[in-house]
């Protein structure tokens, strides 16, 4: 069974940074595109990043220049480097493998991690 442990949120003041984390267990992560995703209230979930297994991303539109994804095989651990935080990405966050351009999914979601960015 795999298991997603998101962590790393918090609030922020707009303009500032967070770096989330996103453990994986339980599955052969080297071998997925793994991606982050966000749910703002009354909002679908979208996917604001990914990398493949090679190492290759791509970022939506929203948070392209700002947010920075990257992984750690040896560790089964991925990252969301959050910089220049803007109101509108307060949302929970969440992990997974994923394809680009695409709301599918692989493995069951993790608990998320709740990022509010307000003054």
């Known amino acids: 069974q795999v298991q997603l442990v998101e962590s790393g949120g918090g609030l922020v003041q707009p303009g500032g940074s967070l770096r989330l984390s996103c453990a994986v267990s339980g599955s052969i992560f080297s071998i997925y595109a793994v991606g982050w995703y966000r749910q703002a209230p009354g909002k679908q979930r979208e996917l604001v990043a990914i990398?493949?297994?090679?190492?290759?991303?791509n970022y939506a539109d929203s948070v392209k220049g700002r947010f920075t994804i990257s992984r750690d095989n040896a560790k089964n651990t991925m990252y969301l480097q959050m910089n220049s935080l803007e109101p509108e990405d307060t949302a929970v966050y969440y992990c997974?493998?994923?394809?680009?351009?695409?709301?599918?999914?692989?493995?069951?979601w993790g608990q998320g991690t709740q990022v509010t960015v307000a003054s």
């Open positions: 997974n493998a994923g394809r680009w351009n695409s709301n599918s999914y692989y493995w069951p």
């Open positions: 990398i493949g297994s090679g190492g290759t991303t």
